[in-house]
Structures are given as C-alpha cells and as structure tokens.
C-alpha cells in the first residue's frame, strides 16, 4: 500500500550505536531524541535494546507510550496546563519559566512523585532560555526551594531558531554558568547539556570543552549528519528512511497554466516558469502529508508544486519511464522524515533486521 515510508531498522540501529560509542568516548551521556519519528514503537524498542541514556521528545503524547526504565524528558518546554500529565509521564523536562515549575513542584506533589528539571539558558540562539544571568541565578534559587523538584542541571540549545553555531567559546559559558552556579548555592549539577546535532563536529574533534557532559542526538541517527553546516557523518547511513508513492498519471502537459492566474488552494499566487510542453506525471500524496520541496528523487526528475493531495513531478528528463501504478522513491529530509511520520495516511514498512 502507498504512499509508505521505508524503515530500515538495521540502519537505524547501526547509526545509533555508532553514535552511542562516540558520545560516550568523549564523555557524554545522549539524550536519543525520538520526536522526528514519532516515538515509532519499533524504533524505541531498539532504543531501549541499545541502552541509551535517555530517551528525549518535544511531545507528551509520544513519551505517554514509551514502557521503560530508561529515564525519559520532555525537551519542549512544558505547557502550564500540561503540568500533570508532564510530571505523570516524563522523569524530567526542560524549562526556562519559575511558574511553570512552581506548576510542576504542585502536580509532583498530588503525584507523590520527584520531577526532575534541567534549567534551559539562552547564549545567542533566541529560542528558549534565560537570556539574563540574574534571573538564572534568581530560578536556581527558587527551584532549590522546591521540596518534588530535583534540579538534575543546565542546558543550551542552539542552531534550531537563530542558527547560531556551537563554538567551544559559546559552550565555555555554559561550563562558566554550571561551575558559578555550583559555587553560589554549594550544589552538584548532575546533567550540562550542551547542545544537539549540530555539535557533532566539536564531539568527533574533541573539542567539546570541559565540563558538558550530555548531548541530545535526533538528526544525526535518523539521517547520519550533523546539523551546523549539513554534513553527512563518515560512516553514517543517510537513507534510514525512504519514501514511495504511486504513480496517478502522467500526460505531457503545457508548463504554463492557460488562462488568468489567481490564487491556488493555499491561497498563495504561484509563479510558472514558461518550458513548453512537458511529461508530468501525479503522485497520491500530498502537501497534508508532506512538502514536496524536502523530498529528494533517486532519479533526475523534479517535484514542480503539490496540493493537499497531489504531489506532480516533472518526469521529462528522468532516467526511467514512468506508467500508472508506478511507484517513485525518494530520500528524505529531517522535515519531510517528521512531516510523513506524523500523517495517518502514510503507510510503515519495516526492512528488519
């Protein structure tokens, strides 16, 4: 059945470990980031066979059905209105606002459970954090006072708004934070996040300074590259997940539409490039599904435009000769890999292993 993505389970394994090892090489527990896939139950279960140390998601849903031991965290931070079912279901969360864990110590309480937390503080990327160092030093102390809340430590996250670079210059400030905090309320910082994929370059150089004991992987597993400057990982698959999808038609049609141009279905004006005539050919899948613009063919045919339930490719200079119930394949971005998983109408099928 189509449309479906391929899940190559040996892959995915592969990059894990591989992955594993060189945290832990240098120092650094992971944090297996699982959103990107939808905690897939196949794919946690090889989390959990690989004894990572934490299994990490942006969703409360997703961590909802994950049965384990391992230590699970909430990497968004938590709406207040969550509160419960966050201190119900995940062990720590990450978080930036004092009410928000005053929340989280109250709903602990009735829970009769610890919450951990781990204090997000922003160095330049603009997304979440505490961008001022008074009030970090002003939540430290109010967390402290909280009788279920374990302050497990400190994170930074970078390159996912502003997209800011990890340096070891920037993460020396989170190492500065962890060593002042430490000093100031005479505590023990367990977890120093110091970022995500996109300090995978620094990991494989060594130069992750000094004091960042963790690291949250997603990309890096699921598509074998790290996220600063898009390099694929030496020795990394980049083809865990692939995309099909059947051919609907294919005419040789004008590319240029004929008659005034308005709006389309999204209400946006598109603009045509005037080739003459060309072979187009439909796929049953769909901007609801996924952007057609993150979807990379095997052959040298292109995706020209979707609507909710149509992808068309030109298929004019393709290597293959497309017919009805043809199927396409694709590789995958980070976006059109999340974009698929989260659709109901894409079908799963497990390469095992």
Request: proline share 3%; with cysteine; hydrophobic share 40%.
């Amino acid at each position: 059945m189509y449309p479906r993505l391929l899940i190559d389970k040996t892959k995915f394994r592969h990059n894990l470990r591989y992955m594993l090892d060189k945290a832990h090489l240098n120092g650094l527990s992971v944090m297996a980031v699982s959103k990107v896939f939808c905690a897939d139950t196949e794919l946690i279960q090889i989390l959990i066979e690989e004894e990572v140390d934490f299994i990490a998601d942006s969703r409360i849903e997703n961590l909802k059905g994950i049965a384990s031991d391992i230590p699970k965290v909430l990497l968004r931070l938590p709406m207040f209105s969550e509160a419960h079912e966050v201190v119900e279901h995940a062990d720590i969360s990450l978080n930036s606002e004092l009410e928000t864990i005053q929340e989280l110590n109250h709903q602990a309480y009735h829970l009769k459970k610890t919450h951990g937390v781990i204090i997000m503080i922003d160095l330049g990327d603009l997304r979440e954090g505490i961008f001022d160092e008074e009030e970090v030093y002003e939540t430290v102390k109010e967390v402290l006072k909280l009788e279920y809340i374990d302050l497990k430590g400190i994170g930074v996250n970078l390159t996912c708004y502003g997209g800011i670079i990890p340096t070891p210059d920037i993460l020396e400030q989170l190492v500065d934070y962890k060593t002042k905090i430490e000093k100031k309320f005479t505590i023990k910082l367990d977890i120093i996040s110091g970022g995500n994929s996109s300090n995978i370059e620094l990991m494989m150089e060594g130069n992750i300074p000094f004091g960042i004991n963790n690291i949250r992987l997603g990309e890096a597993i699921v598509l074998g590259r790290e996220t600063a400057y898009g390099n694929g990982i030496e020795n990394l698959y980049d083809d865990v997940f692939l995309m099909e999808a059947e051919v609907i038609e294919v005419k040789k049609k004008p590319s240029y539409p004929i008659g005034e141009i308005g709006m389309n279905a999204f209400g946006k004006t598109p603009v045509f490039e005037n080739k003459g005539d060309r072979i187009r050919a439909i796929i049953a899948i769909g901007k609801q599904d996924v952007d057609h613009n993150e979807l990379i063919p095997y052959d040298t045919i292109k995706a020209i435009g979707s609507s909710s339930d149509h992808i068309i490719l030109d298929v004019t200079d393709g290597y293959n000769i497309y017919t009805i119930g043809d199927s396409v394949l694709f590789r995958l971005t980070y976006s059109s890999v999340l974009s698929l998983f989260t659709s109901k109408y894409v079908k799963r099928l497990y390469l095992d292993e």
